[in-house]
């Protein structure tokens, strides 16, 4: 069932292209790079061992893509623990670093996640963890 997929070439390639220019979605992009390959008559076994995804994740695909088109490989909202940084929030932490610390009149050069920690629950009355503090500060530097 698995092995090979019922889909014209140069319409899964259309498909390809629309879903790139529209959305550039790359989990899309993944499934739909892996269907490409099961639909150039490649083994699932094949297929999974080079994307690293297991055989019931590309039937599932196929499935999905069996009904739905390219657009049933998009993902639903997850639900879970919603951002702990609210809009405003966000926009207040990254308001304190534009500063280096020693311009708010701290000694060290770098904000560290102790650091920016305490000071948001000093001076703005947000209790973040260190280890988001952390990991705020990963995000903004690697953006």
């Excluded at 590309?58 to 657009?71: E, H, M, N, S």
């Excluded at 929030?89 to 650091?115: C, I, M, N, T």
């Excluded at 920016?116 to 973040?128: D, F, S, T």
Aim: aromatic share 6%; glycine share 8%.
């Amino acid at each position: 069932m698995l092995d090979r997929i019922p889909v014209n070439i140069p319409s899964l390639r259309g498909e390809i292209r629309a879903v790139m220019e529209s959305s550039g979605k790359a989990r899309v992009m993944h499934r739909l790079y892996c269907l490409f390959m099961l639909a150039c008559g490649l083994e699932a076994d094949e297929v999974a061992q080079k994307t690293g995804v297991s055989r019931r994740s590309l039937q599932r695909w196929t499935q999905q893509f069996g009904r739905q088109g390219a657009a049933g490989l998009d993902e639903e909202p997850r639900s879970g623990r919603r951002p702990r940084l609210a809009a405003a929030v966000d926009a207040q932490v990254r308001r304190v670093l534009e500063f280096a610390p020693a311009h708010l009149g701290y000694r060290a050069r770098r904000w560290s996640g102790k650091l920016l920690a305490l000071h948001l629950a000093e001076r703005h009355g947000i209790n973040l963890s260190v280890r988001q503090c952390q990991r705020y500060l990963r995000a903004v530097r690697e953006a």
